[in-house]
């Protein structure tokens, strides 16, 4: 890995190893040796990668050319229904604690649940906006930071909506994390870092 690579995506695997995408050249892993290529995908600009609960050394990523699965001897392409062809760029990728996939597109989001592959919009309790971010917690709910719909959360076949009626101040969320406490974080668009604990949102401030 060189200092004039462009890192496209991070990730960690299952035994929490770092790994890293690179612009036209595939994904790498860091060993105590140092940097090794992984996978050798020269074709794509990875945008985002996991690596799969399904099958060891798999991992599922999302290029501008679509969904893949990959290994160091493989490369497939997943596709995605034809029926939403709005649903043109896929934005982010995550995998829930039943190896469901969960893509994030510039206009909703795709549950795939092995060969079933499901889309959420506005016409069933979702939003047609894009889907910055995505997030799945220890309970299994799935986390969707999204560009001027506030943030979305997916439980039990329902989604809650967080926006400026529950206090939200700027509904363009642009990341999620939590910490080693189980405190959950939502960096915004110009309201600050917000942070998100027993039903109420809290404003951060960073001192520089």
Known sequence: VSKDDMITSI???KN???HAAIYKSGIYGLDKIGW??????KQHYIKKFLFSNQSSGTINFISEQGLFQCNANYLKKITLPELYPEASELTG???DHHKN???GTNKGAFLI???SIKYFNENNGFTNERVLDL???EDNRI???TDGSGLYSYDNDDFVIYDKSQGLNNEIVMSLAKDSKGQMYWGTNGGGLLSFANNKIKQEIIYS
């Open 36 to 41: 090794k290529l992984n996978v050798n995908i």
């Open 143 to 145: 986390w969707f930071g």
């Open 11 to 13: 990730a960690l695997d």
């Open 16 to 18: 929490g190893d770092m």
């Open 93 to 95: 990728i995550v995998q």
């Open 101 to 103: 996939l969960w893509i």
């Open 113 to 115: 649940n092995g060969q």
């Open 135 to 137: 997030y799945c917690d």
